[in-house]
């Protein structure tokens, strides 16, 4: 069976690295992914005005996923243009409510800590909250200038990301940890916690921990491998996840994905490091962040087999000391290991 894949490039490093993707994906199934490819990012607004054309939603909505770049090029476009030009209406448009990041160390990699043994998915509500879009900025350019960002926490939205995130947690160890703010935010964060508790009755099987977002963020460096299934709102999940990304070693293996879980529109899939325009001219960017997401994206089309081979060779790539130590091997040179490894 072919699936057809939409890859959206995007900015700086996005571009080599999808296509380091593709290489492997070609490798391990040949035909199996048809791919069509769309120019939209920042070059594409300058030239147009929009990060993608009107009818972009509706092009993407006919194939089977979405496998990103980066978004972002600061120095010709705000991100507040990028970001709410092309990765948010996308996740918004087909309810991309569960946002998915596994962060382990591969084999070969040294983390920054004195641990080894963790594996902690986060698991980050991906649609509404802190990222909302909801306020306004009132008297502008004056003394009395007034900016208002309203997050939005509706009870459908937030049952279903918990309710994501207990079904994970039964495919796991059946332990789950929740995230708020609640002792300083009385509104949206108790809402939060009352709904876990309301929900882990219908899973008495799976052990619930409440943190707080500063707590749980000491914890993944002083005792990440207590962690198993994190839960958090859209704002305390980006920036744990990127806490994640450094404990697994660096934003070169922050894979992640973009789900409907429902399946009634495209998931898409992304690395998460961003578009690097400082390193995006020296081909030195490592491509494993995206290949992971491969993996991720294979494994939601049902792929599991090419899926687990192409992990497999990810892992005795970085196991060979290679695409361990950023800057130390070129896109080129990991993309190629890893082709090796699975040609092994």
Known sequence: MTHRIALIPGDGIGNPVIQSAMQVAEKAAPGLLETQTF?????????????????????????????????????????????????????????????????RLLPG???????????????RENTEGEYSGAGGRVHQGTENEVAVETA?????????????????????????????????????????????????????????????????????????????VVVA?????????????????GLGFAASANIDPTRKGPSMFEPVHGSAPDIAHLGIANPIAAIWSLVMMLDHLGEGAVAGRIMRAIETTTARGIGTVPGADTTDQITAAIVTALEE
């Open 39 to 103: 120019p939209w990012s920042c070059d594409h607004y300058l030239k147009t005005g929009s990060m993608m054309p009107e009818d972009g939603i509706e092009t993407l909505r006919g194939f089977d996923a979405i496998f990103l770049g980066a978004v972002g090029w600061p120095e010709k476009v705000p991100d507040a243009v990028s970001l709410h030009g092309l990765l948010l209406p996308i996740r918004k448009a087909f309810v991309q409510y569960a946002n998915i990041r596994p962060h």
């Open 109 to 123: 990699v040294q983390g920054p800590l004195r641990k080894e043994a963790f594996d902690i998915l986060c698991i």
């Open 152 to 228: 939005i926490f509706t009870r459908a939205g937030v049952e279903r990301i918990l309710l994501f995130g207990f079904e994970q947690a039964m495919t796991r160890s059946k332990r789950l940890a929740s995230v708020t703010k609640s002792n300083a935010q009385k509104y949206s964060m108790v809402f939060w916690d009352e709904v876990t508790r309301e929900l882990a009755r219908e899973y008495p099987e799976v052990e619930v921990s409440h943190y707080h977002v500063d707590a749980i963020a000491a914890r993944m460096v002083m005792a990440p491998e207590t962690l198993d």
């Open 233 to 249: 709102s859209n704002l305390f999940g980006d920036i744990l996840t990127d806490l994640g990304a450094a404990i697994q070693g």
